[in-house]
């Protein structure tokens, strides 16, 4: 039996014995996908600056942003799922899981059909209008790109991606969900996330700390390893295909 085999078949035990697991999920997950992620050498931000993320940035110049976003930051939502997104979406039809708490804005967890996902950084598919908050979609935000390098409401107001720039508050709906489902777990699993960036971070603590079992996939060191029960230390793709492939053959 290959290593990755035997580390399949230990991940579904430990979830098969838990009765409420949750899972946050970082950029490693939807790398397989062809989005690269954002620290790492050939991330994101070794092609763009990560001041484009910035909320004063943004609002001193919007038209870089929206010149740099068109490809390669909205563009992430038009790639597909990968094995571990369809992994994930599947435990949590088959029970087995409960909240999927991402990092990630891409939205490929719920275009997988998960359906307790939790954002914590928001999503690059939605728009909203920083002056009367009227919501828009990224197609109607396109076509009002082909008019002008920088799109505005009726209203006259900036319209600015529904993701978290540096410098704004996470969504607090989003943090009091994520704090419930680690509270309220007994298996806390981080996937594909270096564990480095809080308040994200933070939820394996708390977990941890209100008695679950902390368990961490992801294919290098994480700064919570010292604070994990379990440690795969995986590809997530290869890892996913052979834990989907095992539970093809309990059904």
Do not use: W
Request: glycine share 6%; aromatic share 8%; net charge negative.
């Amino acid at each position: 039996m290959s290593r990755v085999s035997q580390e399949a078949r230990n991940f579904i035990s430990l979830i098969r014995e838990s009765t409420c697991t949750s899972v946050l999920t970082g950029a490693g997950i939807s790398v397989a996908s062809g989005i690269p992620d954002f620290r790492s050498p050939g991330g994101l931000y070794s092609k763009i600056s990560p001041d484009i993320f910035e909320l004063s940035s943004f609002i001193e110049d919007p038209a870089r942003y929206y010149r740099v976003a068109k490809e390669r930051i909205h563009t992430m939502s038009d790639v597909s799922p990968n094995a571990t997104h369809i992994l994930l979406t599947r435990l949590q039809t088959l029970g087995l899981i409960e909240t999927i708490i991402t990092q990630n804005i891409d939205g490929l967890q719920q275009k997988s059909g998960a359906e307790e996902v939790v954002e914590l950084h928001g999503t690059v598919s939605k728009f909203e209008c920083m002056q009367c908050k009227k919501r828009f979609t990224r197609k109607e935000v396109e076509l009002l790109l082909e008019r002008s390098d920088v799109p505005r409401c009726d209203c006259g107001g900036l319209i600015k991606p529904n993701i978290v720039f540096f410098g704004e508050m996470l969504p607090q709906d989003a943090i009091r969900r994520a704090e419930n489902a680690a509270l309220k777990s007994d298996l806390f699993i981080a996937m594909g996330s270096s564990l480095m960036v809080y308040p994200a971070a933070q939820f394996p603590v708390i977990a941890k700390s209100s008695g679950a079992r902390v368990a961490i996939v992801n294919r290098d060191e994480t700064g919570l390893d010292y604070l994990a029960d379990y440690i795969f230390s995986v590809e997530l793709e290869s890892f996913s295909e052979e834990v989907l492939r095992l539970l093809d053959e309990e059904s």
